[in-house]
């Protein structure tokens, strides 16, 4: 935990919450978890492609499928906004059923494949472009998906995934939201009497919280707790 104790000049407290504790227990006693949160426009449109080619050789499925991507990688070069991302690739091995998928063992890597026996090379990328050109984007990485693969070949297979919006990174808006927080805390402050805040952000390296709002929206947020110490009264003089 990330501790961060602020002494406020002006008068305090809040929208943002905190609880209001005395001098004697100050923030010792149990605080609500608040949040600072932004609603943010999506970064970007996407979708995920998955390529397969299958055959004997295992040479040729390998240099079929780089072949097929090094077209797809070309459909988005030098272009801005248009990214193709690499997620996966897997050389050509034999398929595996469905009950043994992901239970290989390393013996399974070393065995020898009978002369005949069919093998399949694999790869998915994450296809993305603009999210404020919304439809046009779709129509665009759709084509720049399509023809990878020949359709009258069954050997050779390609699937895309719906298309959905994104963010490119939560972790871009931290900076805001700390912000966000601190305008918090001088809200607080301008509705308490004068006394100390006391501002404790949990796991401030962790990721940025994200959820989707739907559509192109989303909202990002940071846990945090803030605290209140008033000034024990003085003793009047004698």
Do not use: C
Not at 57 to 71: F, T, Y
Not at 170 to 199: F, S, T
């Amino acid at each position: 935990p990330w501790l961060l104790a602020l002494t406020l000049l002006a008068p305090p407290a809040s929208q943002a919450g905190g609880d209001y504790v005395s001098a004697d227990t100050a923030v010792e006693g149990p605080t609500r978890a608040q949040r600072g949160q932004l609603e943010v426009d999506a970064d970007f449109i996407g979708a995920t492609i998955e390529i397969s080619i299958k055959g004997k050789d295992r040479a040729a499925v390998d240099n079929r499928l780089e072949a097929v991507l090094s077209i797809l990688r070309k459909r988005f070069e030098n272009q801005d906004g248009w990214e193709a991302v690499p997620l996966e690739r897997t050389f050509a091995t034999p398929p595996r059923g469905k009950a043994t998928r992901g239970l290989a063992s390393f013996s399974d890597l070393d065995e020898e494949v009978k002369p005949d026996a069919p093998v399949v090379a694999s790869a998915r990328y994450s296809l993305r472009g603009p999210a404020d050109n919304g439809l046009k984007t779709v129509e665009i990485l759709r084509a720049k998906a399509g023809d990878l693969v020949d359709p009258k070949n069954e050997d050779e297979r390609s699937r895309l995934s719906p298309f959905a919006y994104g963010l490119a990174s939560a972790n871009d808006h931290r900076d805001e939201l700390l912000d966000q927080i601190k305008e918090d805390v001088a809200a607080a402050k301008a509705h308490l009497p004068e006394g100390e805040m006391r501002l404790e952000i949990a796991g401030l390296a962790d990721p940025v919280q994200v959820r989707h709002l739907g559509g192109h929206r989303f909202v990002i947020w940071m846990s945090y707790r803030l605290g209140f110490v008033s000034p024990k009264p003085e003793k009047g003089t004698k």
